[in-house]
T-cell receptor, first 114, second 116 residues
Framework: KNQVEQSPQSLIILEGKNCTLQCNYTVSPFSNLRWYKQDTGRGPVSLTIMTFSENTKSNGRYTATLDADTKQSSLHITASQLSDSASYICVVEWFNGGADGLTFGKGTHLIIQP | EAGVAQSPRYKIIEKRQSVAFWCNPISGHATLYWYQQILGQGPKLLIQFQNNGVVDDSQLPKDRFSAERLKGVDSTLKIQPAKLEDSAVYLC??????????????FGQGTRLTVV
């Protein structure tokens, strides 16, 4: 069964600090992995996309890593800002011949305190 | 570029009543998804359309939920009759092509449904 597990479930850090969110998946066959940011009351917005062969990708203060062998990904946020408070959802895209889809994790709820 | 539009933003109904949600995807996007997001959880796929055909509706509770995408553009999701456990945010998303084609899904703001 395709599954995406995220940790921690929630996290509170002070503004300016760094943090790392984890994602483990058992989705197969793997196509891509995306990290989405979901602000309260809004739909998710894609931050990064990583294919099977990519190990790291950055988007401003966000850096995602992928280890396809261990099926793990992380999202590192540098110098956090109050606007980073949101849920971060790991999504694995799979493609198997004529079928494809998205498997969502439950998300990590991040709170940045001033 | 206009995003995915959904309406209404909020809806409160009594159990056993019916409700319908509307979604207008990004122009030109062939794939449309409806997701159910219960508080504190990630989105769960209800149904995926490719143009006006259904690709995946395996997790759609077909005894009470129905969805259609007429002419391969707008889509409606209906719940009839609603149950308390249907309280959730219903997200619509669209993408240029299917996930296997490496295209990003863009989400609407969602419709928050409360069943009392």
């Amino acid at each position: 069964k395709n599954q995406v597990e995220q940790s921690p479930q929630s996290l509170i850090i002070l503004e300016g600090k760094n943090c790392t969110l984890q994602c483990n998946y058992t989705v197969s066959p793997f196509s891509n992995l995306r990290w989405y940011k979901q602000d309260t009351g809004r739909g998710p917005v894609s931050l990064t996309i990583m294919t099977f062969s990519e190990n790291t990708k950055s988007n401003g203060r966000y850096t995602a890593t992928l280890d396809a062998d261990t099926k793990q990904s992380s999202l590192h946020i540098t110098a956090s800002q109050l606007s980073d408070s949101a849920s971060y959802i790991c999504v694995v895209e799979w493609f198997n011949g004529g079928a494809d889809g998205l498997t969502f994790g439950k998300g990590t709820h991040l709170i940045i305190q001033p | 570029e206009a995003g995915v539009a959904q309406s209404p933003r909020y809806k409160i109904i009594e159990k056993r009543q019916s409700v319908a949600f509307w979604c207008n995807p990004i122009s030109g996007h062939a794939t449309l998804y409806w997701y159910q997001q219960i508080l504190g959880q990630g989105p769960k796929l209800l149904i995926q359309f490719q143009n006006n055909g259904v690709v995946d509706d395996s997790q759609l509770p077909k005894d009470r939920f129905s969805a259609e995408r007429l002419k391969g553009v707008d889509s409606t999701l209906k719940i009839q009759p609603a149950k308390l456990e249907d309280s959730a945010v219903y997200l619509c998303a669209s993408s240029l092509d299917t996930p296997g084609a490496n295209t990003e899904a863009f989400f609407g703001q969602g419709t928050r449904l409360t069943v009392v």
